[in-house]
């Protein structure tokens, strides 16, 4: 059986290397193509670009859920994304595909063209959040989990879900880059600064309100010391831009900043603390990602990667107190500071080496539905 994962986009320090899936299984990877021979997702980006995100009324991120954003489907796949390497869907008979929203159609149109292919979707980010605010979209994110042979889920609370209609699904912890495996070549001070919030695309979701009332209630004796900072807006959601202007009335000083699409790993590893209470389960990698960097980051219990990795930092998404409270003590307590770095860098180290079983449990379901 030959099988191919597919993904949205290239892996870069922007994107998650969820093509790591690839490597566990061995497999190549590769992104959609639509029928010009671009990629099916930047042609959703261009989209929510014009339709959305340059609107000055004021709409909701997740107002460009719509399972018909793409469209121009093709059997042609990028291999390792790159456009001039193609390869056909048809040579597969096992795609792993991310059940990320814009590709609830081409899930549709692929079982169309070859019933007989055998999908597994895997969670994405956004996956939770949909299921929170577009009742018209998660009709047809079920239509997608359908089609789909077997689920994998990242979280408990999805898979708890997804057990409720669906009966194949296995629950897996999110995967961690083998990259992360080695002491990142970075400077190892850290500056005084304090993030408060790493964006993605759905800000509506991004909590950055209880991150700035939080860095409001650290002792300013403490705070006035550092420079506050969001990373990670896109400016041409101007409407969503102004919005976040109002926050710095909230802190005199503020700074809002785009992407750091080249020196990303650099920029989160200058941090002395970063303030994430953000209710994506996109926190997953920012947790992953300042583990490996030596950055606390206090961060939203609901996430079990967080968890795992900060235990000791994992609170109430609107919990602001006890944030504040554990930002005073990195930033005043030296040792305490030291052992939640040295504990996440353990815990990572610990999940990283546990993906081997993992991977025996996904060669089980290949196997399984094989069969």
């Given amino acids: 059986m030959k099988i191919i994962y597919l993904h949205g986009f290239p892996p870069t320090d922007q994107y998650y290397d969820y093509t790591l899936w690839a490597k566990l299984l061995k497999c190549p990877w590769g992104i959609p193509l639509n029928k010009d021979g671009n990629f099916l997702a930047f042609e959703m980006l261009e989209k929510v670009t014009k339709d959305i995100l340059n609107k000055k009324t004021h709409l909701l991120t997740s107002s460009f859920h ?3 954003v793409c469209r ?10 790159v456009s001039n390497k193609q390869t056909l869907i048809d040579k597969y008979n096992i795609v792993i595909v991310p059940l990320v929203w814009y590709f609830s159609s081409f899930l549709e149109w692929l079982k169309l063209i070859s019933p007989g292919k055998i999908i597994i979707g895997v969670e994405d980010d956004s996956f939770r959040e949909i299921v929170m605010t577009r009742s018209c979209l998660t009709t047809e994110i079920v239509k997608g989990i359908d089609i789909c042979d077997y689920i ?13 209609f669906k009966k194949h699904v296995i629950h897996l912890p999110i995967p961690i880059p083998h990259s992360f ?33 939080a860095y409001n209630q650290i002792d300013k004796n403490i705070t006035n010391n550092y420079q506050a900072e969001i990373i990670g807006f896109r400016k041409s959601n101007h409407n969503k831009y102004r919005r976040f202007e109002l926050y710095k009335k909230l802190i005199p000083g503020l700074q809002i900043n785009e992407w750091f699409k080249n020196q990303y790993y650099k920029k989160l590893s200058s941090y002395k603390i970063v303030i994430h209470l953000t209710r994506r389960e996109s926190l997953a990698r920012y947790a992953a990602q300042c583990a490996w960097v030596a950055t606390p980051i206090i961060g939203n219990i609901e996430c079990e990667l967080q968890k795992e990795l900060w235990p000791k930092l994992s609170v109430d998404p609107y919990d602001i107190k006890n944030a504040a409270k554990l930002a005073n003590r990195l930033l005043t307590e030296p040792d305490f500071y030291i052992e939640n770095v040295n504990l996440a860098k353990y ?7 546990k993906q081997s079983q993992h991977l025996k449990r996904i060669k089980n379901i290949i196997a399984k539905v094989s069969e």
Avoid: M
């Fill in 66 to 68: 719509n399972h018909n």
């Fill in 152 to 164: 994998i889920s990242y979280s408990t609370q999805i898979y708890k879900w997804l057990k409720g």
């Fill in 181 to 213: 495996k080695k002491k990142p070549n970075l400077p190892d001070k850290k500056r005084g600064h304090i993030c408060l919030g790493i964006l993605s695309w759905n800000y509506d979701l991004s909590n950055s309100l209880s991150n700035c009332l």
């Fill in 72 to 81: 121009d489907f093709s059997s042609n796949i990028a291999l390792n994304g």
């Fill in 347 to 353: 815990n990572l180290k610990q999940i990283i080496k």
